[in-house]
């Protein structure tokens, strides 16, 4: 998933990203050169969340790309490279 918006923005809604296969593998990044912040919060942020992230929240800009990983219930972090 390529991520281009065209305004900093949080994603809010419980879950956020729709549940895949069991070891399904997700980028998510950013156009390069990409100013605008995408902030993905996990569940200790959001009750209800299916995101499981290595902090509560991942600004994701630039060339930045967060890697998750589907574990049949979460998607669970498996990196995250700020560039």
């Known amino acids: ?30 156009t390069n050169g990409e100013v605008n912040i995408v902030t993905v919060q996990d569940q200790d942020t959001l009750a209800g969340s299916n995101l499981q992230l290595g902090a509560a929240s991942r600004a994701i800009s630039g060339k930045d790309v967060l890697v998750l990983m589907f574990d049949g219930t979460d998607w669970v972090e498996v990196s995250f490279a700020n560039n």
């Open 1 to 30: 998933m390529v991520l281009d918006p065209d305004g900093d923005y949080t994603l809010t809604s419980a879950p956020t990203i729709a549940d895949g296969t069991s070891g399904q593998i997700l980028y998510i990044t950013a």
